[in-house]
């Protein structure tokens, strides 16, 4: 199922679209989520090693939609990248993360950003995520620790870092890096809050204070010490 695009003189404002989810814009009512996702997710990229020409790396995007975002970011890490969806035709890979049609210890890194909230059997899922890695490699999981309910097309879970612990503890190592605290947060919430006054008549209102909150919160971020105790999103980084 696509979800809805909410757009303004045809700029995508929620984040829907690949380059407003890589390059998230100041004015985007998802900026705060997006900005702080994609710095901690191209940070962990850039630190892997660049790939092996004798044996070279395969990138399974897991969940990436007609659009995905963050291939790029992956760009002399990989040789290979595989997309699957359960819901898109213009994939490789036609299936769900539960049940992912790949031999065993086949893959390098697998990349799945906010999909374990849509996933019926999360646990499943992360066995399947165990499964198809190889020894040493690592997978990219991204979800919401709190967020609006979207349905593409079930919105099941809300995750936390003892959830996560919990989810993926036969792993070798998990790494839980939350993408901003409690500031962040809020201001998304915030945002999100107004959305769906975005469907009337008040696009250009709406925009200019988007554009007021990101920055109020971003400054407030910066001021005010850091705490985890509210958070819109996480980075998972497990090693098997």
Avoid at 68 to 75: D, E, K, L
Avoid at 87 to 110: F, G, M, Q, R
Avoid at 128 to 155: C, N, Q, Y
Wanted: hydrophobic share 45%; charged share 20%; aromatic share 12%.
């Amino acid at each position: 199922m696509r979800k809805k695009k909410y757009t303004f003189l045809g700029v995508d404002i929620l984040g829907i679209t690949a380059e407003s989810r890589a390059n998230p814009r100041i004015f985007q009512c998802t900026f705060l989520h997006l900005r702080y996702l994609r710095d901690v997710l191209l940070h962990e990229i850039n630190i892997l090693p660049i790939k092996d020409k004798k044996n070279e790396q395969i990138l399974i995007d897991v969940g990436s939609g007609d659009e995905p975002p963050y291939q790029h970011f992956f760009n002399g890490k990989v040789g290979k990248i595989l997309t699957i969806d359960p819901h898109t035709y213009s994939v490789n890979i036609k299936a769900s993360i539960e049940n992912i049609p790949l031999p065993s210890n086949s893959v390098d890194y697998v990349l799945a950003t906010q999909v374990f909230e849509h996933v019926a059997d999360p646990q499943r899922a992360s066995r399947e995520v165990l499964r198809i890695l190889k020894k040493g490699g690592k997978a990219f999981i991204s979800t919401h620790g709190l967020w609006s309910i979207h349905r593409l097309p079930k919105d099941y879970w809300r995750f936390t870092p003892d959830s996560f612990n919990l989810l993926f503890h036969d792993f070798k190592t998990i790494r839980i890096v939350p993408n901003g605290g409690s500031i962040i947060c809020i201001g998304q919430l915030i945002n999100l809050a107004f959305l769906p006054l975005f469907r009337h008549i008040f696009k250009l209102p709406l925009i200019i204070f988007w554009f007021l909150i990101n920055i109020l919160f971003l400054i407030l971020d910066i001021l005010i010490p850091r705490d985890n105790h509210l958070i819109i999103n996480y980075l998972v980084i497990l090693e098997k």
